[in-house]
């Protein structure tokens, strides 16, 4: 996640560092020049085929709907996927909570937070799609060779309270107050699953770039007569806007990819160790701080 | 489900499979050959109607907005369909650690996950019309006669509990977290037969469709005079975009069916097995795999 | 509710049947008589005033924005009321079996879900404003002089509970389990009695219905000099866009009617008769069928 | 709440009662007249500037945007209030019917559901910043001084439920099932409150009025050139749609004023009374009926 | 917050409290002046480059599709955030009159209330990042030290709760019913943290001030052939509603700053010492008001 405060005249000129422009500025410098190209033939032969401005227009509204669909869609994946992890940390303060309320034993109760905070790495770990064994956790490590190390790990969670409620150490209250806390962060879990597992579907890419390409190859064909040799700069600040907002939203729909505007898990799981350490009796480690703007 | 990357250069030029032309290629070479004959006649004749541009632009715009509405629509329905599996499998990994917790005896506890997994197996099948007779699992084969199969596997799990409860192997906890869960389950299930029997209402598809093809039979007239030999190209690419819509929103408006962009429903019911596996002492099976980029 | 399978070209040409068509008809025809008039009027002296096509798209965007708050708000309206009637369906569902687990007499179990179904059918009676004396359930027709009939079914519910919960019948977790279940029903039925009561609010349809007229009205004007004779033919196509969506619109905001595109409540009762049969003991009626695509 | 038909041919023509234009009119008529004015100007002089319709085109397209998006968000404070006060009358409806199984004592039982009701009618009051003194209950009118009549008359349900927790006449399954009917009636309340107290940010009010009286003013250069006299007709026009569209925001976004799209809380007070008449013995009143299409 | 009545003709022209204008005013200006440049170098030079009105309308439809979600995506933010301290507000009710049913001792009651008290002033601290020390309330400042002060005053409340199952004066029930209300709070506390933690993704603010600026700098050479001496007032229209609804939108999407129109917090917090003070046996403050038109 990439955190700048609101840009001012300087960062609007220079600014990369969260830019979209780096990754789109050979597309953009080839419509440019493809925009020189029909000019420059227009105005040597005078026999380039002239489009129709208002009838650019309706296919400009079409594209404008794709783009708009998609950007919302891609948007909503993400803040959704923000959401869940914002869940996820509530739930497992409250499972703290919870646990000291019906789980006296002291040991008990922070080997079920233990298992808590594996699960939280595990997850982060399974959606980034990133080698189990590399875990922080000494905990995360020995799940690595489970068929789906998070739910694992949740399943340990879950032992540790059925041992206490046959044990008598959880009461019937406390046996349901903790398995639904556990049943809401699996709630969560697979949501955030589906996210990672369903990506916006692929013909949606194919239709927006395909659409967005031609736009911008035809479009000098419709301004060269009326704007000259400003045409490739035109093409170019339109290309900028659809092809920069394709990008944006293609990188949207990833929430969970470590790219700069990826969810920060690395600073979310580190927060709710800061949350329990005082359950687990330890010193709580510092917050994660951003690094070239830049937080994972 | 269509399980690929990013397109690429090439794809953008040339995959098919995912794309939708090749459902649309005749209609719109079609629209072409029509728009051909208008400038054909309008040359040879010159008599041939012209029709104003910027009124133009109005129709055009009704058009989006049909076809925003209906692809926002198909959208949200095949969004929700996915949210509901993924409600699903989260609620089965819950039902699992809870009978862990509230119900000691392994066979009793082994016997409802076993009936939970006929459920989600008979709804998928019945989710996509399929004969129950030919279900991978016996148990889902002997619901086969039932008036409605998912819901007697769900009641065969009630019946489970209940006769525990009598028994005074599940306490009253036991009982109310259980059937909650199975609540749940239910209101996820109902959610997906209502997606399954009410399709967006038919009346859209007569609007959209009607204007869609007016659109593109007149706008070669409205063309024809600044556009020329262009208009057949024009009118292709106009009709590939609103076509292509629509048929895409045909296809994501009935997330259950087997087609490109159906929910994976396959794959779900295996990682369902999968997460479930330990829970009935066995070995996890393999994840589905897409075949050729599709995963059923 | 229309059931068909997407229109095919067939279809297109001459589907009546769940079309708009036959009730735009009238309007539409007087909108093109008029359009011709002003141009024969135009043809002959000449003298009629001509109006600007750019400012009557600004005037066009308007009225865009108008249908589609109006279609977006209608159809959100529909699918919510039908996302209440599947909630209802799996609650009553999951009654049945909270009811099995809770309640160990067969014959108290069955009078509360008699009293469910009663309440189901008397809910969809009320909401489509019919006689409750012709209800096809004798508990129904009992129910016809109570000051709100659904109401007073779920209240006999309720003493059901009531009086199995004093009398020791069902203990305190059953009595949680149940009446939460009845207070989750009586919520969906508040949401359904909260469309039917309250209308999309009127003024939107007076700015509607006039701006709509209005537009068409003066869009002769606009067209008559470049589009001449085809004037007529333009209007009635964005007569039947505009209109047609309007029409729709007014439909889809009355779910409960019996209008082609009103919820099927007849089908969703059955289908909770279907699925309570088994904890009747009694034999699933079939499942209503569509009569001419059209499913009440 | 206006309660009408849908609008016929006569209605579109005369309604005023709904309708925005008798708020608007002076306003419309004022555009109108300054559009004549510019007529006028440039029909002796002919040096008035004209505007360039297209670059008008984007303007309104900005405008659009303004009055899109407050309509959406005022639509939805009404929606979402009217959502709020059905689930307050479901939730005393399921109060009711709770206290029916989990209270035995008659009187203890009718005490509360009179909190309840004197709950609805204070919160009523409270909405519409009427005097609490004059309400219809005496019940609130005892709470006329505390410090937040609504919360006093919930606080007194739950003393009332504490009381006979207490006494032993409410057991733990009735105190937690009716504490948390409590809770979710104060989420509700609380909801209500939101949109009382936090009014759309005031800033979209001085953005929309300004660029649409700007806009009606500058429209007349625009259009004086090609439109000529019939110009102060479009302006009217366009002055309806845009004035008119945002004198109805700001009325849905007030949904608890007595305006006559206001959330008939009357009503659903009288509906609550009719549904909790058979708890307490009474016969219920009769529901309210509309005055005059109005209903209040 | 901005607490105005809707704006009469006199705060049209001239209000600037809770305007956007003073904060604008100087780069409209500057897009003005440099329009007037353009003006006068095309008519002294008569050189200057054209560009294309319709064109032009594409580039303008983009832009509102970027300003347009951001609208909706930063009043989604400021809403959502309303949102959850209204329901932080009304758990705080609900938790009191759960204490006061469940909690019998009124000292340990009322250290319960004050602990809340504590969390709710913390989090609103800790929000708007302002030094904890500097607390109006002692129970916060002794908190300043911990790693997370909100959390840290719910971990109090939750230890008064544990301390108070284990002293047997809370029993199960109401064990169960505190913590989960505490949970309720932890997710809306989480929520609030997301939406700080969380801006909107920067790269929109570049894409959205680069093509705004881009767009009021290419407007004059579109307006200067037809518009003339017109276009820089033009020029100021466009510019200041695009670059208006940015600045809207930037503070829109930080609810938890002081700006005009950041959340009343301090009024909430006010409104939850009112609600709680009869519980605590005290006399209610008086609420907040607006102080020259805003709330705090």
Partial sequence: MIVRDRPNLWDLLTALRGSIVPRIAV??????????AVVVLDRITGAVPRLDGSAFAV????????LGFRNN???DRWWEARKLWGGLLADLRALAREAEVFVADTGARRAMLEAALDFIHAHRINLRGLPMRDAPRAGVVVLADAPHPPCAALDGLGALIAAGHRAGAVDGFGARSLTARIGGIAQQQ????????????FVYSLLIYR????YCLLLPFALTATTGWATPLFVAVVGYMFLGLAEVTEELSHPFATS?????????????EISLAPHLGRVAPPPLAPVDHYLS
């Fill in 260 to 272: 700069p505007n990826g969810i920060a898990m690395d600073a979310i799981c580190r927060a709710a």
């Fill in 73 to 75: 869609a891609a948007y």
């Fill in 59 to 66: 296919f400009g509204i079409g594209l404008s709907l794709f």
């Fill in 211 to 214: 659409t967005s390409y031609l």
């Fill in 190 to 201: 697979a949501g955030c699953e589906r996210i990672a597992n369903s990506p916006l579907p």
């Fill in 27 to 36: 597309p953009v410098l080839v419509l440019a020049a493809c925009a020189t």
